[in-house]
Structure formats: C-alpha cells, structure tokens
C-alpha cells in the first residue's frame, strides 16, 4: 500500500516508540499478557500501516460493487437502500402466526421470514407419531397447502419478499408458496424471497436432514434449475454459517465451512449441467453476527472477498453478480444469557450495528428473552426498533464501508481470508464438504471449538456479563410467550379434514407421478408442484421421496 | 478392582437438532471420568428408556430446546418406571421455562438446569447424587 521509504520509516519511528513504552510497560502491565479475538486470533497492541503493507488497493479492495466486492455488493450501500429488516417468526398454527405477519409488518419490518415447527421441518404431518409434543412449537405447522394459504391470507405477495427457513423438504414449502402466489393471481416471475435450501448445515450443524446427503444434493440441484427458469428473482439457497456459528465454530470456521458448502452446491450445480452463471446469481448466504465487534466486521468483508475470488477464478464466472456474496445476518442466539435478560438487548444492538458496518443485506435482531422461550410481541418490537434506530439515527448508514482503511480492520480481513482458505483446502483434500461431513471432520472441528468456548467462560478467561461476572439476583421475567396446548388437535383435525374432503385420486395420482420422476433423472419439482396443488401432504409427498432416497442415518460423535 | 465408572446416558429426545449443549457436556463429563452414552438426534422416549436399560446407566441427561418437554419428559419416565428403573437419577436441560420446572420435578425428573449452567456444576451435582443414592 506505501512505498518502501515510508514502510521503513513508519517501522523505524514504532521501534522507537515501543522503546520509549517499555519502561511504562513495567510499571502499568497491560490487563493481560496477550489479547485475542473471541476466535482466538492473536491481537496486537497497535495496527500500522506495516500490517497492510501487502494490500492492493484496487485488487484487494476495489470500488464497491466492483470485483472483488469487498467493500459492498451495491455501489451506494445504504445511500441507495437500506437492508431488509426482516423478523424470523411462527409459531402455533396458520392463523396465529398470520395476524403476527400482519403486526410485524405494520411496525415497518420490510420482509417476511417464515419460521416453521419441527415436524414440518422434518417432513412429518402433524398426526405423524414423532410430531408428539412438537407441533406449532418452534414455528407454525403446515401440513397442506391449506395451511399455506392461511398463512399468507391477505398478505399480497407480489410486494412483499419471504424467507422460508426450511431445508430437507424446501422444494415442498416452494411449490406450496408458489400455489398460493397463483390463487393471488401472482405470476412466478413476480415473487421475490428465499428458501434456505442448505442441507449440508443440517448434517453438520442444525440436525433437520430427511435424505442422506447424495440424493439430498440431486434435489437441490433440481431446484436451482427450477429456479433460475420460473422463479428468476429467488434465492433458491440461502448457504448457511449461522447455524455452524451457533453450534459453536469460530469466525474463521464459519466462514470456511460456509464457503465450502458453497463450493460443493455449485459443483454439483455444474456437474448436473447447469451453467454457473444460470444459477450463480441466485445463490445467497447467511452469517451470524457474534460478540467480537471488529472481527464480525472483518468475517463479512472476508467472506466477500473470498467467495467473489472462488467463482471467478475457481469456476469462472463471467457474470458479475454470480461472483457477489449477498447476505442476510442474524444476531447470535448462543450468546444471550437467560441471566439479567434486559442486558440482550445491549448484546444484540452491537451485534446488529457489526452487521451493518459489514454490509448486510438483510437482518434479524434476537429478541432479549429468546435464552428463555419464544420472544414475546413486545421483546420482538424492541429488537426491531434496535434496528430502526441504527437505520435511522446512528448516522453508519451514510457511506459505503466506512471501516475500510482501519490498519486492524484490514489486517484482520486479509488474516480471515488467509485462515478460511486453509481451511477450504483442507476440505478439498477431503474430496469436499460432503465426504468431510461423512467423516465427521466438520463436526469435530465445531465440537472441539464449543467445548473450548465453554470451559472458557468457566475458568473466568471469557466473561460473560451476568453470567460470570457482575452477577445480580434477578428475577426472571414471567410474562413468557407460552403455546396453546390445543395447537395439535385442531392442527389434526384440520388434516382430518381435509383428507375426507379433497380429491383423493388426485392425490393419490400426483403422488404415484412423483415417486415415478424421483426414481428417474427428471426435475422433482415439477411433480412436486402438482402434489401440492392437488393437497398432497407435506408428509406424504415426503413419505414417497423417504421411500426412494431412503434416510440418512448419522453416526453420533463426541 | 477399580471403582465403577458412572455411566450416564446423554438423549436428544424429539425432534430438535440442537446438539451443541448435550455434546458440550458429554465431552465434560468423560472429561471428568465418567462413562457417557450418547444417543444422537431424535431419539423416541422408548428408544431412550431401551437404551437406558441396555446400558445400565446410572444417570439420563435429556436435552430438549423446543419445548416439547412438556410431553417428551414424562412420557420418559413413565416408560422408565414400566421397566422398573426407578433408581435411574433423570436431568433436563435446554430452554425450559421456569414455570414448567415443578410440574417436571412431580414427575420423577431429579433437576433441571437452565442455560448458563456450569458443566462443572453439573458434573459435582452428578457425582455426589450417585455416591448419595
């Protein structure tokens, strides 16, 4: 970045200065003797222009949504527009979890994003024997496309963008949204949102897979190509770190392990045939935004950096947008403590901001009582709000990166970058994420950097306000979101009656046409979409794939 | 002959997928030289009473963080008591709402500990149960 002559003159005059400091050093030690990064990267007492000696300028920065994009994707940032603030919400039934879309989105939240219950997560109806004690817990349950348009009931979806958290079974929850875009009369080229879609996070991390990991990725791969035909304005994947983070990783091995399930979409995208630049522009990902301020900014600058460098270089991508990392963030929920829970919402408002000075396109800020239940309508309003007044008052939102320079900042991107990369490699030389989730590597990895985490936090090396220092008797908060025990048997009436009332040789019909594609190399979604207009279940259009890809069975490690 | 270990079964029962707790304290409690058992994901209350059984645990930590507890744990120790392990000593932990927490105990689950529970804690609660009993 400087020339040799002011290299060497800056290093000169530091060597002095740190001559000068020794002495004081002596008589007023530092709190401790070294300081690291809550990922463990070592750091320094002071960044110099010597640390950024090796950056380019124009190669390793650019102009923002310019190659290598490690500024921002958009060339104004939020001068143009600023993120999608976007609550992750359900729970209970279709009609609940409806009038809380409509509460959220007449507080000013820009999108929707659809948390769904376990079972439909897994693919199981809500009668199904292992959806005891599940249904309309951690979402809403939806067992029918009746469900799914109860759901989106007077919400027009031609405005507004939907998030679907939903993997294994996500071509089902698409084709059904997709249903009820055409009963609104929405055409497909129309609707703007995103399914997760990321199934390797699920082996590896978050533990909602149905099919082993092979037939898995041949869905997937259906998918981007459904997509990139019909649906042109959706991310059909939203590749996935912040579980990884929450299960425990560090920064860097959320961004390499994230990265490298990119790595392996994209592979099996172009091995089916598919252009990288067909699907490659629709392809988004989500990060997690953790306590360390300065090293989540640099993880996402990192990230971008990387991801931009691997598609052109790696599989050569000619279309700029197949080689920019859009993302949507979400604060970290394994950092809230069920201790003073008022102090979450401190957590969370320095979280969002690292969020937005690493260029989120989209957020969702946790809710101060989420370490003890499902956040309360109130918890969810001030966690929104935190996001408004960053928008709206902090002024960050006024130039494009504007932590970008800082000699830390900088160096901490480069080592990000740096780190992740060895990481990737290594899983090259695995043969890729899906033999190194066979083989147990990545969740060892996480495994390892949770259990460290944690015995941290219990010898006093990492404090946690609250929990391990500055610890008060306080009491817990009682006014707790609690579910309706009735949620299941009406959700099973429901189904009930739909079973009686529907056209049961359709159904029947759409389902036997299913099993027939899945056995062959056609596209599943087409089929797919005709079960679930002819009120298929979402438990039997996944019973019939369960029948054909079998169940992936893992092996527990510890 | 050597004292015997004491083995505890670790369980995921439902269908929640968060593991990072339950693996976290499998490892702690091996650590502190115990014999632990771990299921793995969606384990059904009959999988884990079985496994219970099989294993001749002396102690089961259930993990639950979807809230399912409220049917999952009393289901388990209902089949516990069917196979006459009463003396088996049943933990919870996850996201369960303190409320709730009575309502688990009158069922025969020894304790619960909540988010922010030290491994250490849990590993001096266990050895001196076990001793105790």
């Known amino acids: 970045m400087k020339d040799e002559k002011t290299l060497q003159a800056i290093r000169e005059a530091r060597e002095k200065w740190e001559e000068r400091l020794s002495p004081k050093l002596k008589k007023f030690p530092e ?7 809550i990922s463990g990267i070592n750091v320094k007492r002071l960044y110099t222009p010597e640390d950024c000696a090796d950056l380019n300028y124009l190669e390793d920065l650019g102009f923002p949504g310019e190659y290598p994009y490690t500024r921002a994707v958009q060339p104004t940032a939020y001068r143009g527009r600023l993120w999608t603030m976007r609550q992750y919400a359900g729970f209970a039934s279709a009609e609940e979890t409806n009038e809380r879309y409509k509460f959220l989105l007449g507080q000013g939240q820009t999108g929707l994003s659809v948390a769904f219950d376990l079972p439909t997560q897994i693919g199981y109806d809500s009668d199904h024997q292992l959806s005891l004690g599940e249904v309309g817990k951690v979402g809403v349950a939806i067992d029918s496309l009746l469900d799914m348009e109860t759901l989106f009931s007077g919400i027009p ?4 963008s939907t998030s679907m958290t939903i993997n294994a079974p996500a071509s089902v929850l698409l084709a059904m949204y997709i249903a009820v875009a055409e009963k609104q009369g929405v055409a497909q080229a129309d609707l703007r949102g995103t399914i997760q879609n990321d199934i390797l996070k699920e082996y590896s991390s978050r533990g909602t897979y149905i099919f082993p990991p092979r037939p898995s990725m041949k869905i997937i791969t259906d998918i981007f190509a459904y997509c990139s035909e019909q649906i042109p304005q959706w991310n059909s994947i939203s590749i996935s770190g912040y579980h990884i983070r929450e299960a425990g990783s560090t920064a860097v091995q959320e961004v390499a392990f994230t990265l490298a399930n990119g790595i392996a979409y994209v592979q099996a995208a172009i091995d089916a045939g598919l252009g990288v630049d067909q699907f490659g522009p629709r392809l988004s990902f989500f990060f997690n935004s953790h306590l360390d301020f300065l090293e989540e900014i640099a993880k996402y ?7 931009a460098r691997i598609m052109k270089e790696r599989f050569g991508a000619k279309d700029p947008r197949s080689m920019m990392l859009r993302f949507h963030t979400q604060t970290a929920g394994c950092t809230l403590t069920a201790q003073q829970p008022p102090n979450n919402i401190v957590r969370v408002a320095f979280q969002a901001m690292s969020a937005v000075l690493g260029g989120t396109q989209s957020l969702h800020t946790n809710s101060m009582d989420e370490a003890l239940s499902l956040p309360t309508e109130e918890a969810v309003q001030i966690a929104l709000r935190t996001q408004q007044l960053i928008a709206c008052e902090t002024g960050v939102t006024e130039t494009v990166d504007p932590l970008a320079g800082s000699y830390y900042i900088e160096s901490l991107t480069n080592r990000i970058e740096d780190e992740a990369t060895a990481y990737i490699n290594k899983i090259d030389e695995l043969g890729g994420s ?18 460290g985490y944690q015995k941290a936090i219990e010898s006093g090396d990492r404090s946690v306000v609250g929990l391990n220092i500055y610890q008060t008797d306080s009491e817990k908060p009682s006014n707790l979101l609690r579910m309706d025990p009735e949620v299941r048997n009406r959700q099973v009436a429901r189904l009930e009656k739909l079973r009686k009332e529907r056209d049961s040789n359709a159904a029947a019909k759409a389902l036997k046409n299913l099993e027939e594609t899945a056995r062959g190399n056609e596209n599943v979604m087409v089929p797919i979409l005709d079960a679930v207009k002819a009120y298929a279940t979402l438990g039997e259009i996944c019973d019939v794939l369960r029948g054909v890809f079998g169940e992936y069975q893992p092996s527990a490690i510890i | 002959m050597s004292e015997r270990k004491i083995r505890v079964l670790t369980a995921k029962p439902g269908l929640d997928g968060h593991d990072r707790g339950v693996k976290v304290i499998s490892a702690a409690l091996r650590d502190a030289g115990m014999e632990v058992i771990y299921t793995g994901l969606r384990q059904t209350p009959e999988q884990i009473a079985t496994t219970a059984l099989q294993e001749d645990v002396d102690v089961i930590g259930l993990s639950i963080l979807s809230g399912a507890h409220d049917y999952l744990f009393p289901r388990i120790m209902e089949l516990l008591d069917e196979k006459g392990m009463k003396d088996v000593i049943v933990l919870g932990g996850g996201i369960i709402p303190e409320e709730d927490i009575p309502g688990l105990l009158s069922k025969g689950i020894d304790r619960v500990f909540g988010p922010g529970t030290y491994t250490s804690e849990i590993v001096q609660y266990i050895q001196s149960r076990v001793k105790g009993s």
Do not use: C, D, H, M
């Open chain 1, 157 to 160: 979806l031609a405005k507004v």
């Open chain 1, 31 to 37: 709190r401790k003797e070294s300081f690291e990064t």
């Open chain 1, 434 to 451: 899906v033999p190194a989730i066979e083989q147990g590597f990545i969740q060892k990895e996480i495994q390892n950097a949770a259990y």
């Open chain 1, 301 to 307: 600058r990192a990230a971008r950096r990387l991801w």
